[in-house]
């Protein structure tokens, strides 16, 4: 069983068009959270939710919005994309705050914006 | 602060033992240590907390040294699986101040037959 799952596994689009990522764990964990990896792997948090609610709101363009229906789904929708966008973006979850409890990522969304 | 980590690159062979550094400027709580192969997730391999004792488990350990701000992982009689980059994540200095994790830049180790 998948413990923390993520689609796509590759998106690749033009600029100026608008794509959701989803993200479901079954971890029973309180807290997910958007992460994004440029080509240099450096990975920046984007967003943190505990139990729906947003915790973690890092300073990235309005055009990315969260979304948690529930504390096992975390969504990701961006607007207007443009050519930076380009990255690896991980979804993770951990039971507890960040600083205290260990992470699961899932595999990963590889976003191509031509 | 963004914690700086040390070095940014090793070559070992197997077998071979390495040390990679993560150095704050800043107090610290917790030190976690993720390991992540290329074009997979990182993975988690341990967290240690300000007062609590040196972790590890295989052939893995760390150090936490609260004083200097900084954590030490240690691999030792490496292996090619351990091949990956290292990131360590820093979060401080209060139990009631969890809520982020700071990530360094990597180390990229790659293990040698």
């Known amino acids: 069983d998948t413990a923390v799952s993520q689609t796509p596994k590759y998106l690749v689009t033009q600029m100026g068009n608008d794509k959701s990522i989803k993200c479901e764990q079954n971890?029973?964990?309180?807290?997910m959270y958007w992460y994004k990896q440029d080509s240099k792997k450096f990975l920046k948090i984007m967003f943190s939710y505990n139990n729906k609610e947003l915790i973690i709101n890092e300073t990235v363009p309005n055009r990315f919005s969260p979304k948690s229906p529930d504390k096992a789904h975390l969504n990701l929708h961006i607007n207007s994309l443009e050519l930076g966008d380009s990255a690896v973006y991980f979804c993770a979850s951990s039971q507890r705050l960040q600083g205290i409890s260990e992470q699961y990522f899932g595999p990963g969304t590889r976003l191509t914006v031509t | 602060q963004q914690p700086v980590q040390s070095p940014q690159a090793v070559i070992l062979r197997e077998g071979e033992d390495a040390v990679i550094n993560c150095s704050s400027s800043k107090a610290l709580y917790s030190v976690h240590w993720y390991r992540q192969k290329h074009g997979e997730a990182p993975v988690f391999l341990m967290i240690l907390l300000k007062g609590g004792e040196q972790k590890g488990h295989e052939k893995i350990s760390a150090s936490f040294n609260e004083k200097k701000q900084q954590s030490s992982l240690y691999l030792t009689a490496s292996q090619l699986s351990y091949s990956g980059t290292y990131f360590c994540?820093?979060?401080?200095?209060?139990?009631?101040?969890?809520?982020?994790?700071?990530w360094g830049l990597g180390t990229s180790l790659a293990v040698n037959p």
């Open positions: 971890l029973g964990h309180d807290t």
């Open positions: 994540g820093t979060s401080g200095g209060y139990a009631g101040n969890n809520r982020k994790l700071i």
